[in-house]
């Protein structure tokens, strides 16, 4: 029912680009395009329309990128790190507050939920 990309299931209905960007983290419609054509994918082509050497050079290149687990681990070693060594950045983070500037008198519950050390859970 779906195609297998990367240890991810894909619908098989999908196109491509919009498939590997909802469905693996750090690729998103633009990194997805730039895969595609470099493989030599049809832009406009489906998921169960790509043939198997297709799909294996597709894990060959997405190996080659940060991606999934290894992109979460770096996002949360960078936040420890400002954390640790003290910046702005880093307090906004341990206190829960928009870290970018952002207004803190209303609006600020989204980066109340997701500014914590503890980003993604590994």
């Known amino acids: 029912m779906g195609v297998v990309v990367f240890g991810k299931s894909i619908k098989h209905n999908f196109p491509v680009r919009i498939g590997l960007a909802k469905t693996i983290f750090g690729i998103g419609p633009t990194t997805a395009a730039k895969l595609m054509a470099k493989i030599g994918i049809y832009p406009n082509c489906k998921m169960n329309q790509l043939t198997e050497p297709q799909i294996l050079d597709l894990n060959k290149e997405i190996s080659s990128l940060l991606v999934e687990g290894h992109l979460k681990q770096k996002i949360n070693n960078d936040i420890k790190m400002k954390r640790d060594i003290g910046s702005f950045a880093g307090f906004r983070h341990a206190w829960g507050f928009p870290v970018r500037g952002q207004r803190t008198k ?17």
């Open 106 to 122: 209303t609006n600020a519950n989204t980066a109340k939920r997701l500014n914590k050390l503890e980003r993604f859970r590994l």
